[in-house]
């Protein structure tokens, strides 16, 4: 039975590492909402939503580059500016696709803050960034 799970472990390392990292991730953004919108921004104004979100996602992403390249990635890739660029160029996109279901499902359908960031646009946004992130930008071309 340990021997199955180390084998498993040892073939889905990447997915597994990524969620964790997801999950770190995750709560550190989170935390940045959480301290924005109870502290001094309101998330039923669209405009307050969107700061909040914005806030987010540059904690996020600020937090996360280093995980997924050492840890996820394993990149080696001496051009880390570039490559920096390429991931929050691939996050922006997914910011977007978050603003997007954030006004929609808050604003629009007065859905619950936290219940559409978790069970909503999270998901989506985490299956997103997984897949720019391995087939894009750390993405290692066989020679």
Not at 89 to 106: A, E, N, Y
Not at 113 to 132: C, D, P, T
Request: hydrophobic share 50%.
């Amino acid at each position: 039975m340990i021997a199955k799970c180390k084998e498993l472990l040892t073939k889905y390392r990447e997915i597994v590492v990524y969620l964790i990292v997801g999950v770190l991730n995750t709560i550190v953004s989170w935390g940045a909402c959480f301290i924005c919108k109870w502290l001094f921004l309101n998330p039923d104004i669209s405009w307050q939503n969107d700061i909040i979100n914005t806030v987010g996602w540059v904690v996020g992403v600020s937090f996360s580059y280093p995980l997924n390249r050492k840890w996820v990635f394993k990149s080696k890739n001496p051009r880390i500016l570039k490559e920096f660029c390429g991931f929050a160029v691939s996050r922006l996109s997914t910011w977007i696709l978050d603003i997007v279901i954030m006004r929609v499902t808050v604003n629009v359908f007065h859905m619950h803050y936290w219940i559409a960031k978790i069970f909503i646009s999270s998901v989506l946004v985490m299956i997103l960034n997984y897949v720019f992130s391995k087939v894009w930008i750390f993405n290692k071309k066989k020679s």
